[in-house]
């Protein structure tokens, strides 16, 4: 069975620009999460979708992301414009309906703003 | 405010040996506490989970003892191996108060154990 899966795994862009993340969940899964890391500090959600609905985007840091999940399956984070505080690593998790905290997180999409 | 607290970067260990990994939180509504380790370059894997009716679980060579009261739960590897080297995530919820999977990360602790 596949994992979850994100692209790209790094991406250097200018501040200013856009920039889109991509996650693939595992097949069959409702919940899906982002999380985001900058360096040096902890893991800090960001928000949840359950099949195509946001659930929860209570960690949102601002109206500079976008979140989508278009027919419940794949999800984008999109950034724009992007600022040099949206570097970091940004993770997107799956979890199966009923079991929310059995999260499994795919390998990171490493943003850096310049 | 941390609400999950590791305050430990960094911990080394000899193979064989006992690790314990400490990790502190603050919101008493918690109810649901998760370890997870990370290898370099990709994403946290999850080891071992305690609900708060439990002051301990086990699987194979990883503890987790939880101590309500102090707020405060530990991961116990015993023997470590050099495999167990990675940065160990504490985390926590509050499944109760409608956060549906919303985990609550500490900064992580890095484990070395050598050979």
């Known amino acids: 069975e596949a994992g979850v899966t994100q692209f790209p795994s790094h991406s250097v862009i200018e501040k200013g620009q856009t920039v889109t993340l991509r996650c693939d969940p595992i097949s069959g899964h409702d919940n899906l999460y982002w999380y985001r890391r900058v360096m040096g500090k902890e893991i800090k959600f960001l928000l949840h979708f359950v099949k195509e609905s946001k659930q929860d985007e209570s960690g949102m840091p601002n109206n500079r992301f976008l979140a989508e999940r278009t027919g419940g399956t794949y999800s984008t984070l999109k950034v724009q414009p992007a600022e040099l505080e949206d570097s970091g690593v940004y993770f997107c998790?799956?979890?199966?309906?009923?079991?929310?905290?059995?999260?499994?997180f795919g390998p990171g999409t490493r943003l850096t703003v310049t | 405010d941390q609400q999950v607290k590791q305050n430990s970067p960094s911990l080394s260990v000899q193979e064989g040996r006992i690790s314990i990994l400490n990790c502190d939180y603050t919101n008493s509504m918690f109810d649901y506490f998760l370890w997870y380790k990370k290898y370099p370059a990709e994403g946290p894997t999850f080891l071992i989970s305690i609900s708060s009716i439990k002051d301990k679980n086990e699987d194979g060579r990883f503890t987790v003892f939880l101590n309500k009261s102090a707020k405060h739960l530990s991961l116990h590897i015993v023997p470590s191996q050099p495999g167990d080297s990675a940065v160990y995530f504490c985390?926590?919820?509050?499944?109760?108060?409608?956060?549906?999977?919303?985990?609550?990360f500490g900064k992580g602790t890095k484990l070395s154990v050598k050979p």
């Open positions: 985390a926590a919820s509050d499944r109760y108060g409608g956060s549906q999977g919303n985990l609550i």
């Open positions: 998790a799956s979890s199966a309906q009923g079991l929310a905290y059995e999260q499994y």
